[in-house]
């Protein structure tokens, strides 16, 4: 029941963005005809000049191609993902010439290695060429287009970064031949490479989930720090329909796991104990990496400044608040939080004159039917009582924030 609900989801999902469904034709000379190719374009492709989506080719246009984009408009929407570009090839009458191998090789065939050089040399640079395409690749396929996509592996730099295999049917010598692409290699590229794989022991033959398991035993076994290999066994899995169907989702999370705000996981392996300074780069590089990898020019989330603010507040005495302030004020220009942050860390060093300037600029900045206006406001009331209690006392600041420490500050900031 679970399954035929994601089903119908995906049903009345993909019924919703049918009209950004094209159908091109691309003239091939490998193939000596022409192909016609599905392309699924995200929301606001049209409106946004200057954004670039990933790419992923799907080895058919028929359900495979519906599951993708499906899957693809789910992630984006709950901001799992980049939104991509899906391409679904039309293999209807061709699909058995077009992924064929030679059985006692598993090397292609003429028609398949025709078909392998039409994907690279044609509708590759046919989608650049036409499309707002990001470097970053996927190729997708089931059964045996799932043995036939692992052959780009080969390649000395793939130009896939993601392999997804859908219940493949690895031929008899598809271990020698995977094996005989020194995949370590690929840790020594300026890339990041996905292989996800799925099958259930229901659904395939002994023999078949023998050769499954086995290759997956060899591509797990790399300490590749660039290279993510998941080989899913899907034990109870009811039909064939239902591992295919939840092959996409599962590979995406993969794939993708980067782009996702800070999760409680993340937090907790990576960023829980590192100092205030550390944790700022770690998030500015989180996001130069989702630009480099996906292409993606995303804006840091505030969710994300929000899961590094504790630590930049508690530790250190709140000495790199106003690195965390001024980081956030070049995200968020029009935003109070940056100024929030830097008057917080003048308070922190008893600076309540240089504190309440922020504050008052923060609070300028927010609109005042916010229902958080009143309470911020209160920082403005606390700082005043402070300078009016500082004057009286004739305290200066105590915090070791003169020029020294802000030279120290202006380091870090660069």
């Known amino acids: 029941m679970r399954y035929l ?35 699924y374009l995200p929301k606001n492709y049209q409106k946004d000049a200057t954004a670039s989506y ?16 499906g899957n693809a408009k789910l992630f984006a929407n709950a901001d799992k993902a980049p939104r991509q570009i899906v391409v679904g090839i039309n293999m209807e009458e ?92 690929l840790g020594s590229v300026d890339n990041t490479y996905f292989i996800y794989a799925s099958n259930s022991k229901k659904q395939t033959t002994n ?79 989180k996001y130069l990496d989702i630009q480099y990898l996906y292409g993606s020019n995303l804006n840091v989330r505030l969710d994300d400044i929000y899961a590094i603010e504790g630590i930049v507040m508690d530790k250190q005495d709140g000495d790199y608040l106003r690195v965390l302030g001024d980081f956030v004020a070049i995200k968020y220009p029009d935003s109070h939080l940056g100024d929030y942050y830097v008057g917080k860390y003048y308070e922190l060093g008893k600076d309540y004159e240089k504190a309440d300037f922020y504050y008052k600029a923060a609070y300028g900045k927010m609109n005042l039917s916010d229902p958080n206006a009143n309470d911020f406001y209160e920082n403005i009331k606390r700082v005043t009582d402070l300078m009016a209690k500082q004057k009286l006392e004739g305290d200066a600041p105590t915090q070791d924030q003169p020029e020294d420490k802000e030279d120290k500050e202006d380091e870090d900031n660069e």
């Open 5 to 39: 609900s994601i089903l119908f989801v995906l049903c009345i999902s993909i019924s919703s963005f049918s009209q950004q469904v094209i159908t091109k034709t691309v003239d091939s000379k490998e193939l000596k005809k022409k192909r016609n190719v599905k392309i």
């Open 94 to 185: 061709t699909y058995t010439s077009d992924i064929s191998i030679v059985p006692a090789t598993n090397l292609l065939t003429t028609n398949g290695l025709h078909f392998y050089n039409f994907i690279k040399y044609e509708l590759i640079p046919y989608m650049e060429a036409n499309f707002k395409t990001s470097p970053f690749m996927t190729i997708v396929g089931e059964g045996k287009g799932a043995n036939f996509l692992t052959h780009f592996l080969k390649e000395p730099e793939p130009v896939f970064n993601a392999y997804i295999c859908a219940t493949p049917e690895f031929a008899t010598y598809s271990s020698e031949i995977i094996k005989s692409y020194s995949l370590a290699r």
């Open 54 to 69: 990933p790419v992923a080719i799907v080895l058919g246009d028929q359900y495979l191609f519906d599951l993708c984009v």
């Open 207 to 285: 023999e078949l989930f023998g050769r499954y398991s086995e290759i997956g035993t060899y591509l797990t076994s790399f300490e590749a720090k660039n290279l993510y290999v998941t080989f899913d066994k899907f034990e109870s899995s009811p039909s064939f329909l239902s591992t295919v169907s939840e092959t996409i989702p599962r590979a995406f999370t993969e794939m993708f796991a980067l782009y996702s705000k800070i999760s409680k996981t993340e937090f907790e392996n990576n960023i829980k104990d590192l100092e205030p300074l550390e944790a700022i780069k770690y998030l500015e590089k």
